[in-house]
């Protein structure tokens, strides 16, 4: 997945509206939820006091090793663009991008047919370069870190038939985008931005049902105690759900998870196993209460509105930069302006400038909707200790108490002492209402 991951990062940012969280494993799912003293309800209830005791209960080695985990991937975010931007400039400056296009235009004269020919050998010079940092960052740290127990055969699986899925939806994506530049000359870039955002939209349209059961496999959750609650909720919130599903993500990871995914009739809530095996029934319902919330605030749509502006920046941004670029180094570099196919290195290459440094940005629109889906799941759900358990478990792999502009830059969902003291909050103002499960 994370070579689609890498191509479709904005398709991610779109629509992954998961709220992940990770856990040891146990062998049996807990019934009963261990609140710490200072955050049971009392006359004398204080939201700090019961934030800090949830936090506290954190034995300090787990919490060290994933603020290190967390911060790691900071480094990683560098590290990625960095390695994707060295890449495209080895195929512009050693001319190996001039001479693929040469070749395609040996092969074929129509136009379409070379830009197709043309983005296979470049997928490819580009996933094997890339490759030493993918296996680093998605094999090695995840298990050094326990996040993972997936062999290596069954992870390399993973990687070729996203490396497939990248091959069939850049392939389409890039022949299009191409055929608009050739077509609409100057204007190319306001186009090409409405028609990436259209792309994207079908492709999370069809990605719950085609794409995520390549991963894995979906069945139907038949097991009523966790069902009916999950049901029940989302009828009192006008979701027109009848199954809820559940997903073999422990075949990748240990992390636990739900997510709402696709729309207009592809919608499917699922839950992973991890999250069916490890939780108390108030942590699954607070999870699906906030997954809920995505749908209910009409999140994917919204985020459609947001990337289009977003992708319209973005392309103007690529317009102006292609075109001086091309003006400076076009020649030495044998390309013939900016409908040749041989300039996808170098637009690739202020594209992710563009996506890097408006990191902060997009993380912030994400944070955003994930705190309001927090919010819509605590009404929902009624479980605010259920709520900031579920927080702690998704401090093993996200830092728990950061800075507040450690957390603008680089969280994408608030962190733990965010939403755990959103939900005391919460508890705070229902207390007494709330029922612990
Ligand atoms: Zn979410």
């Known amino acids: 997945m994370a070579t689609v991951l890498r191509y479709f990062g904005p398709l991610v940012l779109i629509f992954a509206v998961a709220c992940a969280c990770v856990a040891e494993m146990r062998s049996t799912p807990p019934t009963t939820l261990e609140i710490p003293v200072a955050a049971r309800s009392s006359a004398n209830f204080d939201v700090k006091t019961a934030t800090d005791a949830w936090l506290g209960s954190v034995p300090p080695d787990k919490k ?10 900071y480094w990683l975010q560098l590290w990625n663009f960095l390695l994707s931007a060295a890449i495209m400039i080895l195929l512009l400056t050693t001319r190996w991008s001039a001479s693929i296009r040469e070749w395609t235009q040996r092969v074929t004269a129509r136009k379409n047919l070379q830009t197709l020919l043309y983005f296979i050998p470049f997928l490819l010079i580009t996933a094997v370069l890339q490759f030493p940092l993918a296996v680093y960052e998605g094999y090695f740290r995840e298990h050094h870190y326990g996040l993972s127990n997936q062999t290596f055969s069954s992870w390399l699986r993973d990687q070729f038939v996203g490396l497939g899925v990248t091959a069939v939806l850049g392939g389409i994506g890039i022949v299009v985008l191409f055929a608009i530049v050739r077509r609409l000359g100057k204007n190319w870039w306001v186009w090409g931005a409405v028609a990436s955002v259209v792309f994207l939209t079908i492709t999370a349209l069809i990605a719950p049902v085609y794409i995520a059961p390549l991963f894995n496999t979906y069945t139907k959750l038949n097991n009523a105690r966790i069902k009916d609650p999950i049901l029940s909720m989302a009828r009192a919130n006008g979701i027109p759900a009848t ?5 073999d993500e422990s075949r990748q990871s240990k992390r636990v998870s739900a997510n709402v995914s696709g729309f207009l009739g592809t919608e499917r809530i699922s839950l992973n196993d991890n999250l069916l095996n490890q939780c108390t029934l108030g942590e699954i319902e607070t999870t699906m209460g906030h997954e809920m919330g995505h749908y209910v605030l009409h999140h994917v749509y919204k985020d459609i509105l947001f990337f289009g502006v977003f992708f319209l920046v973005g392309f103007a941004f690529l317009d102006c930069g292609l075109n001086r670029m091309l003006v400076r180094w076009g020649e030495r570099w044998g390309m013939r302006g900016i409908t040749d196919v041989a300039v996808l290195p170098l637009a690739v290459l202020l594209l992710s400038f563009f996506l890097f440094v408006t990191t902060p940005v997009q993380n912030t629109w994400i944070r955003t909707q994930e705190y309001e889906a927090d919010i819509f799941g605590l009404d929902a759900a009624r479980q605010p200790d259920g709520e900031a358990a579920i927080d702690l478990k998704l401090g093993d792999y996200r830092k728990l108490d950061p800075s507040s502009l450690e957390e603008f830059i680089f969280f994408d969902h608030p962190s733990g002492r ?20």
């Open 64 to 73: 060290a090793r994933s603020d290190a985990y967390f911060e790691g991937g």
């Open 243 to 247: 199954d809820v599903y559940e997903v």
């Open 418 to 437: 965010t939403r755990i003291t959103a939900a005391m909050r919460w508890k705070k103002e229902n207390l007494g209402l709330e029922t612990a499960k």
